[in-house]
């Protein structure tokens, strides 16, 4: 899950909002 948290807050490019593969903000 962290690893998917990581990725996906890369790809947003946004430091405050970082999702997990579920949507679920963390």
Request: no cysteine; proline share 4%; net charge positive.
């Amino acid at each position: 899950m962290i690893n998917n948290v990581t990725l996906v807050g890369r790809l947003t490019k946004d430091p405050d909002l970082r999702y997990t593969a579920s949507g679920t903000a963390v």
